[in-house]
């Protein structure tokens, strides 16, 4: 079954900590990796794609990177800012562009 | 380059009523899809059209729900008659080939009461 989990569900930071969200899919075959951040009553925002080949991107204080053999990805969040906080989603894409599987979502909260 | 256009940004409705949303894509996306998100979920794609003609709608509850895309570039969702479970954000998407980088609008929050 194609399916995408994230974790953690939730997370609180501190101003100016890093921090780094999972992803694991079961998505087959796979096609890219794309994670977006949705801030609260807004529609999602791209922030990085990966294909089978890319081990890791960077978009700003943002990283991702892939394991295409574990089916793991991460997006690491350098120097936290209280604009982070918002939920980020991990979407998998598998062959055709309607296939698309969306995890749940993990919700960042940044604190002063 | 503009972005994917939602209307209205909020709606409250009572239930049995109707309600139509409408989406404005990015300029020449001939792909453009609608996805329903409720609180706390992923979002769910309800129907995909590729320039005026439907792609895919296999998720899309046909008893209430509706979708147009005459003209290949806005379309509207209508749901009639709307039920409490409709609650969600709406969200409309663009992208200008299949399997190309998708761009969101800001969505519309439908609330049923």
């Known amino acids: 079954k194609n399916q995408v989990e994230q974790s953690p569900q939730s997370l609180i930071i501190l101003e100016g900590k890093n921090c780094t969200l999972q992803?694991?899919?079961?998505?087959?075959?796979?096609?890219?990796l794309r994670w977006y951040k949705q801030d609260t009553g807004r529609g999602p925002v791209s922030l990085t794609i990966?294909?089978?080949?890319?081990n890791t991107k960077s978009n700003g204080r943002y990283t991702a990177t892939l394991d295409a053999d574990t089916k793991q990805s991460s997006l690491h969040i350098t120097a936290s800012q209280l604009s982070d906080s918002a939920s980020y989603i991990c979407v998998v894409s598998a062959g055709g562009a309607n296939n698309l599987f969306f995890g749940t979502g993990t919700r960042l909260t940044v604190i002063p | 380059e503009a972005g994917v256009a939602q209307s209205p940004r909020y709606k409250i409705i009572e239930k049995r009523q109707s309600v139509a949303f409408w989406c404005n894509p990015i300029?020449?996306?001939?792909?453009l899809y609608w996805y329903q998100q409720i609180l706390g979920q992923g979002p769910k794609l309800l129907i995909q059209?590729?320039?005026?003609?439907?792609?895919?709608d296999s998720q899309l509850p046909k008893d209430r729900f509706s979708a147009e895309r005459l003209k290949g570039v806005d379309s509207t969702l209508k749901i009639q008659p709307a039920k409490l479970e409709d609650s969600a954000v709406y969200l409309c998407?663009?992208?200008?080939?299949?399997?190309?980088?998708?761009?969101f609008g800001s969505g519309t929050r439908l609330t049923v009461v």
């Open positions: 992803c694991n899919y079961t998505v087959s075959p796979f096609s890219n």
């Open positions: 998407a663009s992208s200008a080939t299949l399997g190309g980088g998708y761009t």
């Open positions: 990966m294909t089978f080949s890319e």
């Open positions: 059209f590729q320039n005026n003609g439907v792609v895919d």
């Open positions: 300029s020449g996306h001939a792909t």
